[in-house]
């Protein structure tokens, strides 16, 4: 093994939100210490990384410990920036690289009221409500920690009836709820099942603040009214506690392999990990193992295919593969058998990432495709849609262009901190200038923001953008151009069931004791377009409804 110089280095890499900086110690033998000098990431997200990684580190005094799943990311950024600190020490990092493998989790077969799949918002609400009711739990994620997609969300709900704040009217959503259809959705929804959910949100959202300790509070009053009890992280952890302090197991690392049944009843599961397979006995069986949304480009462009030519940045939880689907498939479930990206905000490329708290605002920007032409409205009746837009247009490219005097100064400062690159962003004194540096078409481009600029004059838009939006660009201290992907937080789709939550078979008869829950079964409370604040709401207070159902 390679020495290193006796003192403390520090050493600097990309992480989830922005660069980590790690400083190590050595005594010229040995790894001593190694510590966290600087993060952005987002509060609670990473902290089992950085909980785990510096300690398994200094111990194994190796930088080949695996990663923490649902905490990649920053796993790696923890990792790469402790390889530059080795380099800075004189190291070679091939000596300091042996393999540590993860602490095995026990697979021993055992038997519980309730087993459910999947540690994300729904599978833990599940978990939780149950063990309230002194039910016997046991909960297998596939990840080292529990939470899923929701640990990175910022914990919206979109409820009616809390007591926590003042929140919407049942008729009222759901009625902004048809009118935000009729701007482009291509698939209809079940506002029924919609209603009973939302009628039933606000008694969830507070029975969710009651047994994790936390309040709820107002964060968007329009369009309609959401509420947070905090962010996806933190609720997290409390219903992880919550559900361990009331006698619950939540077995990491473990997936579910296949759902055990004897006609409409199921006795269990069998799941496994590395330690092997085994065997749950269960009275309620709740598949909750969330989207498609890693992996399955084909399912999605079976639906979509203009996005065989995009590129998709999944903001989702990398473990969302799907695993519920081929389970249930073959216990006899059916499925609606079309999938959609559930859209996020649109993402840029790194180091300007985007996550719910620093998401800019594009709505006097021009967004153009490959051919520098656009496309669609850049404001349109609500945000997420226009995501929605790049998925049907199908271009391998998008831009967003800004005009420097008038666009947002502070994010403008963030723009200009920035070294150019036409994968991230470039800056130019003329549009001309602007397609060469984008490799656009440069008379394209500048017919495009011609056809723009009489827009912003008349007043008329091709695309339908409202005057309001509509403000001409002044150039004279140039343009900025980001490439820009559309985001997704999920999938639209997955198994059919019914109000019960009951998972429905192929002859149309149901599973008496099979629930699936989540994401994995969100066509009919969604067309295909994502409405925020919408899935968390409703995901938990499937959780609450079904919890409520089940006795010893």
Request: contains cysteine; charged residues 25%.
């Amino acid at each position: 093994m390679s020495k290193l110089t006796a003192g403390t280095f520090e050493g600097t890499a990309p992480g989830h939100n922005g660069d980590i900086t790690v400083a190590l110690t050595t005594d010229g033998e040995r790894i001593t210490d190694l510590k966290l000098v600087k993060e952005q990431e987002t509060p609670h997200v990473g902290d089992n990384a950085f909980k785990w990684l510096p300690k398994a580190i200094v111990k194994n005094q190796s930088v080949g410990v695996d990663a923490v799943s649902g905490a990649s990311f920053t796993s790696r950024g923890i990792i790469n920036a402790t390889k530059k600190a080795l380099e800075a020490a004189g190291g070679k990092v091939e000596d300091w690289d042996k393999h540590v493998p993860k602490p095995l989790v026990a697979a021993k077969d055992q038997t519980a009221d309730v087993v459910i799949a999947g540690g994300g918002l729904t599978g833990l609400a599940s978990a939780a409500f149950a063990a309230e009711k002194g039910l016997k739990v046991i909960v297998i994620e596939k990840n080292d920690q529990v939470g899923g997609s929701f640990r990175y969300a910022a914990g919206a709900f979109a409820t009616c009836g809390s007591s926590q704040a003042e929140d919407n009217q049942v008729d009222d959503l759901v009625a902004w709820v048809k009118e935000l259809n009729r701007h482009g959705a291509k698939k209809e929804m079940n506002y029924d099942f919609l209603h009973y959910l939302e009628e039933n949100s606000g008694k969830a959202f507070d029975d969710l603040c009651q047994i994790t300790g936390l309040k709820g509070q107002k964060i968007q009053d329009a369009p309609y009214k959401v509420l947070t009890p905090g962010p996806g992280a933190l609720v997290t952890e409390r219903l992880e506690a919550y559900i361990k302090d009331h006698g619950g197991l939540i077995l990491p690392d473990t997936v579910i392999t296949k759902v055990l049944t004897d006609g409409s009843h199921a006795a269990g599961i069998m799941a496994k990990n590395a330690s092997g397979s085994f065997k749950i006995t269960a009275k309620y069986v709740i598949i909750a193992t969330g989207g498609a949304s890693a992996g399955h480009r084909d399912w999605l462009e079976k639906e979509t295919p203009a996005l065989a030519n995009v590129h998709v940045f999944n903001e989702a939880n990398p473990a969302n593969t799907g695993d519920g689907y081929g389970i249930l498939k073959e216990a006899g479930a059916d499925f609606y058998g079309h999938e959609y990206y559930k859209n996020a905000f649109l993402d840029f490329g790194w180091p300007l990432r985007i996550y719910y708290a620093n998401v800019p605002d594009y709505s006097k920007a021009i967004l153009v495709n490959a051919d520098a032409k656009r496309f669609t409205n850049e404001a349109p009746f609500f945000v997420l849609n226009l995501t929605t837009a790049l998925y049907y247009e199908g271009s391998p490219r998008y831009y967003l262009i800004y005009d420097a005097k008038t666009m947002d100064q502070d994010f403008r400062k963030k723009l200009d901190s920035q070294q150019e690159d036409p994968k991230v962003v470039v800056h130019a004194q003329t549009i001309e200038e602007l397609a060469k540096k984008l490799s656009l078409d440069p008379e394209a481009l500048a017919q495009t923001f011609a056809d723009y600029q009489k827009a912003c004059e008349t007043g008329q838009d091709e695309f339908g953008k409202d005057q309001a939006h509509l403000e001409k660009f002044d150039g004279s201290e140039g343009y900025y151009g980001l490439y820009v992907m559309p985001g997704c937080w999920g999938t639209i789709g997955g198994v059919k069931i019914n109000q019960e939550f009951q998972v429905e078979k192929t002859d149309g008869s149901y599973f008496d004791n099979l629930f699936a829950l989540g994401e994995m079964s969100t066509s009919e409370l969604f067309s295909d377009f994502y409405i925020a604040g919408f899935s968390l709401a409703n995901y938990f207070t499937e959780a609450k409804l079904l919890a409520e159902k089940l006795d010893k």
